[in-house]
Nanobody, 120 residues
């Protein structure tokens, strides 16, 4: 089974920084797109940033220039560096990973989420 473990969330003051990590474990043949989403109560989960298997990136408009997504394929890990945080960034952040398992079907899996709270 594929498992995702997120870490790095917490409480930070406006203007501060946090770095989220999401590590994938299991019988992984290949990881393709790796993404971060966020969700606040009463709203749909929204894309924050994504990175493709060949390193191409895309960002939500509200985080461009402040957040950076990266991946370490040797560690099966995707990161989200978040700078210049503001209270509107407060949300539960979820990792999504798409890939192929060894002797198994393609998968798209979600982490359990990590809370990020930005105080004003």
């Amino acid at each position: 089974q594929v498992q995702l473990v997120e870490s790095g969330g917490g409480l930070v003051q406006a203007g501060g920084s946090l770095r989220l990590s999401c590590t994938v474990s299991g019988r992984i043949l290949r990881l393709n797109a790796m993404s971060w989403y966020r969700q606040v109560p009463g709203k749909q989960r929204a894309l924050v940033a994504g990175v493709t298997g060949d390193g191409g990136t895309n960002y939500g408009d509200s985080v461009k220039g402040r957040f950076t997504i990266s991946r370490d394929n040797a560690k099966n890990t995707v990161y989200l560096q978040m700078n210049s945080l503001n209270p509107d960034d407060t949300a539960v952040y979820y990792c999504n990973v798409q890939g192929v398992q060894v002797l198994g079907p393609p998968f798209s899996s979600w982490g359990r989420g990590t809370q990020v709270t930005v105080s004003s």
